[in-house]
Nanobody, 125 residues
Framework: QEQLVESGGGLAQPGESLRLSCAASGIRFERNDIHWFRQVSGNQRELIAK???????WYSESVEGRFTVSRDNAVDTAYLLMNSLKPEDTAVYYC???????????????????WGQGTQVTVSA
């Protein structure tokens, strides 16, 4: 029954905004940090944002000041608000859960089939 599903991607013009969602089910959501990643074809997944169980946040230099990560434990969902989108933000976006008490990810970092399809964001030039 355990699932993580990303949604909200799509086509945007430079300067526009999108909000991605990461919905969990069958998981003790509140006990997990949420990590957001993105991947350009041919590259490794890039960690771009985190929110901890205590709602502390972290962002990579490439998105800091433009993206905002949040969570709603009442509905087991995390969000990534992406403002001021740039063409270089074009990628497939994924979320993952990290459980500090176990030091484990829900999706194994190097097991590609665990990551599913993500949600595609395309920012047109």
């Amino acid at each position: 029954q355990e699932q993580l599903v990303e949604s909200g991607g799509g086509l945007a013009q430079p300067g526009e905004s999108l909000r991605l969602s990461c919905a969990a089910s069958g998981i003790r959501f509140e006990r997990n940090d949420i990590h957001w990643f993105r991947q350009v074809s041919g590259n490794q997944r890039e960690l771009i944002a985190k929110i901890t169980t205590t709602s502390d946040t972290w962002y990579s230099e490439s998105v800091e000041g433009r993206f905002t990560v949040s969570r709603d434990n009442a509905v087991d969902t995390a969000y990534l608000l992406m403002n001021s989108l740039k063409p270089e933000d074009t990628a497939v976006y994924y979320c993952n859960l990290y459980r500090p008490e176990n030091k484990k990810y829900f999706r194994a970092p190097h097991r590609e089939r665990d990551w599913g399809q993500g949600t595609q964001v395309t920012v047109s030039a």
